[in-house]
């Protein structure tokens, strides 16, 4: 018996067993049986037979073990127990799978005249099922959605149920599946079975949902299936179309930039295959709606620029057959009045579309009305040039310069002419806006990408010389941005448009974005890397002598546009020249050890062209320091380099002794290892020595960095611990009198002024302040020793001895100096407290032995030092805490030091201070989120506000005692009073407490104050309402102009007023006149209405009561009240003029 007949009784109930073995042989690839060769050899009545035989071992098979007794994977992890499944169950799942197998290749060999009703009838009933597969079976699953999907693809009888399921399988898939590429291809095939769905059924309702998210996937969108899928859904239906638009405009601003052409791609896909109504729907309600929005969205909405660019695509696509008519139509009724609108930022937007879609005409019309159609445009175009509105002319300027780069063929010459002279003549020198001009050069280039322009361009842009000297810098980056396009697609000769001189001149002088660029735009000029290299040298020689500060800065950037190695050439090439110069001097020593080429620009340089040896000796430095981290990465090219250096330095330093010329050679010494000139650290050091005090401090910065990166700051420190050593105070041996006098030792040899200096350029800068405190610490506590000893200095001169003013100031810089070093070996060693409790020390010296001067001061001298110390010391302590090295008990400790400050009777004066000090002290608190210490922390914030209401109350008395001192101290604390309310910003709704605390000062503080001053009215005529904040007593003055500076601050200045106010703590007509004074100066502000009108009606509803109680007051009361309501009516009716 053959296997074909074999094969065919198998397909029964009772050789279930025989029909899966022959499904087994199938699935084996190493068997020979193949159903497919064995269904095409079968005759038709035989493959009739064979369907029938399944459908009817599948109907047995089902009806054994119907999918209601089937163990599915919700049963088996329904609990702990296992759950067996049945052998008649896996029976089912063989037979399910097997009649799946021979309906799959049934399909494929399906012939012409083939009856396949039972065929059929299988794919039914496994439609009815594959929903019912237990879990474990999903392989199974997927070859009955296979068969569908084969079913609908051979167009067969029934397809539209079947593949319908296989749609919405694979329409699941890709929605869920993060890399969904396969089952993409499968659902573009399965597309049309969307178009045998109607929209408003209850399947189509169905999948709605699923393919609009199919626009939220940029796999989808970005992917040439999911275009074509995503196009295709347009078609399905009107209503639809809308649902999809609305999807993707509720998606772009989520979207990256890049995939708004996608985007753009699929819109044009689906307008393309589009016909009738469904072209209608698409035009006006997709297409035409994004015009609209790109005209009227503000142009810093994020969605702007993404639908500008979908319409883009739009506009590149005009070549196409249909694009022009569609645009000419759909613009026409909203494109020219946008572009006459009234509002600016529409008048642009449609400027930028206008332009990118121009022409915009109807092919269909004759050539004459195109004509004049494109004529009206061209009109338009100067009329947009002209526009009013910096940002329109802007936009029209990259319009017309799109439009003259795309269609300079076209347009007439005449027109040309005119629209680049009206850019280059009038535009060019748009004095009213700078981002005018700066659209002019930058837009250039679109027309010089252009070849045809290039003749014309080369006659107008000369007329654009002087731009490179414009006030703007991004005008000057524009033009020299053009120059480089010009040098680029080789228009003009951009020394033509532009003469060498002006542009070495702005190279000297512009900043880094514009000098780089003209760095880039004459390197192959001075830096002809592709000519040997005296040819380099000769060119740097000469763009020395042509403008040495240009010559610098094109050096300063030239790293950027060659290679490291071309670099050390030319240092290398440069040290030839020098040596040249110096043999030609005549020095025979160096002759002879270095035989170099005697003939290299010999005749331009010497030995005493000072400028052009200095020049050339800063250009040297300036390459090394461009490459340095390059050369220390090559090893073998940074010791032939320093060696090459090294052996001729020490001759450079005999022969070029000119100030001008030690500086560069020291700075380049510094780059030397310091192994490589051993003689050369002792003079430098001799150079620091030998300086006297208060030099500048270019004579020192150079000496100082070299001995930094020789690694030898140590010396350095040595010389400035000596000086202050030497010079520091000590009592005069064997004097047993009390005058006090102080004398000095050494004082004439040291210069401890000097060595502060030095201290001061090394703390200051990272690099050398990183070296200093690599030092050991022993070295740097000897420093600080010596530092801190010249403290006692200070307190003698309290103390009445006699000190030169010069000592004083020396004595005050060093605690300073004390202070600074502490706080920068805190953060250098944090895990240590030596340093914190230096500055405790100096803390609690300033409060026992300074304060008592600042109370009971003797002479103005006095007064003024003991200040000078208190306000050191706390500037000092506030910037402990501002780089975070402070701890808690620290804090504490100066919380306690500023409270003996504002007790001390003359502590007013140091106010600014004292407020700058707690602003610190508070920005520590409130953005403090350590567990744990929430109480400490809520008791420190008690203490601020406390503090706060002292310094308040402090020059509230002050301006009392002595008005004029009071005003100088508002004055100098007002900015001090910012920064500390600035800090509320960041309180949590957890510690509102310190709002509460501080707002509440200020509130009391400004209310009484200006009560105060009507207390003292004692004319009719002095009751005024204030115009502005200078018309407030000075107390006011300076709180409400502080707190007005800033919205967040004065929302919580008027929230507090509110609670005072409800709290009914206001009782008297002054105070009630004061909070409306109070409200009438921040309602010129033209913000807070809100807030203003609840806190009037609050004022207003109490002030009546007030006045029944007050009908019988003199007139000066009846005034302030008369005019207290006329300013609460102002404020509720900013439009009404109150009744008389």
């Not at 020095?587 to 035989?595: A, G, I, Q, R, V």
């Not at 050398?768 to 006692?792: H, V």
């Not at 967040?1048 to 909070?1075: C, G």
């Amino acid at each position: 018996m053959s296997k074909r007949k074999q094969f065919l009784d198998s397909v029964h109930h009772e050789h279930v067993q025989d029909f899966l073995n022959f499904i087994g042989l199938h699935k084996d690839g190493a068997d020979p049986f193949d159903l497919a060769e064995v269904l095409v050899e079968l005759q038709r009545s035989q493959r009739q037979e064979l369907w029938e035989r399944q459908l009817k071992l599948l109907q047995h098979s089902l009806t054994a073990h119907p999918p209601e007794r089937w163990i599915t994977g919700a049963e088996e992890d329904a609990g702990d127990m296992d759950v067996e499944i049945s052998e008649e169950q896996i029976q089912t799942m063989a037979v399910i799978e097997g009649v799946t197998i021979v309906s799959t290749v049934s399909v494929d060999i399906l012939q012409e005249n083939d009856t396949y009703t039972s065929l059929l009838n299988c794919a039914q009933m496994l439609n009815c099922i594959e929903s019912a597969l237990p879990l474990s079976h999903t392989p199974l699953q997927q070859a009955i959605h296979w068969l569908f999907e084969c079913w609908w693809r051979q167009d067969l009888k029934g397809k539209e149920e079947l593949g319908w399921t296989a749609f919405l399988v694979c329409l699941e898939n890709t929605v869920t599946l993060e890399k969904p590429v396969s089952e993409l291809r499968r659902l573009c095939t399965l597309r049309e079975v969307l178009l045998s769905v109607d929209f408003a059924s209850e399947r189509g309702q169905q999948v709605i949902d699923p393919l609009l998210q199919c626009f939220f996937r940029p796999s989808h969108i970005k992917q040439e299936e999911g275009k074509r899928f995503l196009a295709f859904l347009f078609s399905w239906n009107d209503n639809f179309i809308r649902m999809i638009h609305e999807t993707i405009k509720n998606q772009l601003p989520f979207f990256p930039k890049t995939l708004s052409v996608h985007v753009a791609e699929i819109y044009f896909r689906a307008w393309r295959k589009a016909s009738g109504p469904s072209l209608e729907e698409i035009e006006s309600t997709c297409i035409q709606d994004l015009m609209q929005h790109t005209l009227l969205l503000h142009r810093n909405s994020p969605v702007h620029s993404k639908v500008r660019q979908i319409l883009t695509y739009f506009h590149k696509q005009k070549f196409r057959e249909g694009i022009d008519e569609m645009l000419h139509r759909l613009y026409k009724p909203i494109m020219w009045k946008a572009l006459k609108a009234t509002n600016a930022e529409v008048r642009a937007n449609a400027t930028l579309l206008f332009t990118e879609a121009f022409p915009i005409h109807d092919p269909s019309m004759s050539s004459e009305m195109v004509d004049q159609a494109v004529q009206k445009q061209l009109d338009l175009l100067f009329a947009l040039l002209d526009d009013p509105q910096p940002l329109v002319r802007s936009s029209a300027v990259l319009g017309v310069c799109s439009v003259l780069g795309r269609c300079w063929e076209v347009i007439p010459s005449t027109v040309i002419t005119d629209l680049l002279e009206k850019l280059i003549l009038q535009l060019a020198n748009d004095t009213s806006s700078p981002d005018v001009r700066c659209s002019v050069f930058m837009c250039m280039s679109i027309i010089l990408d252009n070849s045809l322009s290039h003749p014309l361009m080369e006659k107008l842009l000369p007329a654009l010389k002087s731009s490179l000297h414009d006030s703007s810098e991004k005008v000057r980056v524009a033009f020299v941005g053009m120059l480089l396009k010009i040098k680029g697609v080789r228009a003009a000769k951009f020394w033509k448009v532009c003469s060498l001189e002006h542009l070495l001149a702005r190279l000297e002088m512009d900043s880094p974005p514009v000098s780089k660029r003209i760095v880039n735009l004459l390197f192959n000029s001075f830096f002809p890397v592709n000519q040997p290299e005296t040819v380099w040298c000769e060119r740097c020689v000469t763009l020395i002598q042509t403008n040495p500060g240009a010559a610098r800065k094109f050096y300063q950037h030239a790293y950027l546009y060659t290679a490291p190695a071309n670099i050390v050439k030319l240092m290398l090439v440069i040290r030839k020249c020098l040596n040249v110069c110096i043999q030609n001097a005549g020095d025979d020593e160096f002759t002879s050890s270095n035989k170099e080429n005697s003939t290299m620009l010999e005749d331009v340089l010497s030995v005493q062209d000072t400028a052009s040896m200095a020049s050339l000796l800063e250009i040297l430095v300036i390459l090394w320091k461009s490459v340095q981290k390059s050369l220390i990465a090559n090893q073998e090219a940074f010791k032939y380099t320093t060696s090459k250096f090294a052996s001729v330095l020490p001759q450079y330093l005999k022969i070029f002794q000119e100030e001008r010329c030690k500086a560069p050679l020291i700075l380049l010494a510094s780059l030397l290892p310091a192994t490589s000139v051993p003689a050369l650290r002792s003079k430098v050091m001799s150079h620091l020595r030998s300086l006297k005090a208060g030099t500048a401090v270019t004579a020192y910065s150079q000496s100082v960095e070299c001995l930094c990166s020789w690694g030898q700051i140590s010396h350095i420190v040595e010389l400035i611990e000596n000086w202050l050593t030497e010079a520091a105070p000590v009592k005069a041996q064997g004097d047993e009198d009390t005058t006090g006098k102080v004398h000095f030792d050494g004082l004439e040899e040291s210069k401890p002024d000097l060595g502060l200096d030095y201290l001061d350029y090394l703390v200051l800068r990272p690099k050398t302040r990183d070296c200093l405190l690599t030092l050991p610490l022993d070295q740097i506590r000897t420093l600080q020793k010596a530092l801190n000893k010249w403290k006692s200095l200070l307190f003698s001169s309290l103390s009445g001895s006699e000190v030169s003013v010069a000592a004083i100031e020396t004595a005050l810089r060093a605690f300073v100096f004390h202070g600074r070093l502490s706080i920068h070996l805190q953060h250098k060693y944090p895990e240590e407290r030596e340093f914190l409790k230096s500055l405790e020390h100096s803390v609690s010296w300033v409060e026992k032995r300074v304060l008592p001067f600042l109370a009971n001061s003797s002479s103005e001298q006095q007064l003024s030092l003991s200040r000078k110390t208190v306000e050191s010391c706390l500037t000092v302590c506030k910037n402990v805490l501002r780089v975070s090295v402070g701890d808690r008990d620290f804090r504490d400790h100066l919380l306690q030091h500023v409270t003996s400050v504002l007790q001390t009777e003359k502590g007013y004066i140091c106010t600014p201070h004292v407020l700058a000090l707690l602003t610190e002290v508070a920005q520590g608190c409130l953005s403090h989120k350590s567990e744990g210490q929430e109480d400490q922390l809520l008791l420190t914030i008690r203490i601020l506000t406390n503090m706060f209401q002292k310094v308040v109350e402090i020059i509230a008395h002050r301006l009392r005692k002595d008005k004029e001192e009071g005003q100088e101290l508002c004055c100098c604390s007002e900015e001090a009073l910012h920064d500390f309310l600035l800090v509320t910003k960041l309180v949590t709704t957890e510690r509102s407490e310190f709002i509460t605390g501080v707002f509440s000062s200020l509130c009391a503080a400004v209310i009484i104050d200006i009560s105060r001053t009507l207390q003292k009215i004692s004319h009719v005529e002095e009751v005024l309402t204030p115009e502005t904040v200078n018309d407030l007593p000075p107390l006011s003055n300076t709180i409400l102009k502080v707190t007005l500076r800033s919205p967040a601050v004065t929302r919580f200045f008027l929230s507090e007023m509110r609670s005072s106010i409800e709290s009914e703590a206001i009782d008297s007509i002054t105070q009630w006149a004061a909070v409306t004074h109070i409200l009438t100066i921040v309602k010129q502000s033209d913000a807070f209405v809100v807030e203003l009108k609840e806190i009037a009606l609050s004022v207003l509803r109490q002030i009546q009561n007030h006045y029944i109680s007050a009908e019988n007051t003199d007139n000066i009361q009846r005034t302030i009240y008369e005019s207290t309501i006329m300013m609460l009516n102002d404020i509720l009716n900013p439009s009404q003029k109150p009744n008389s």
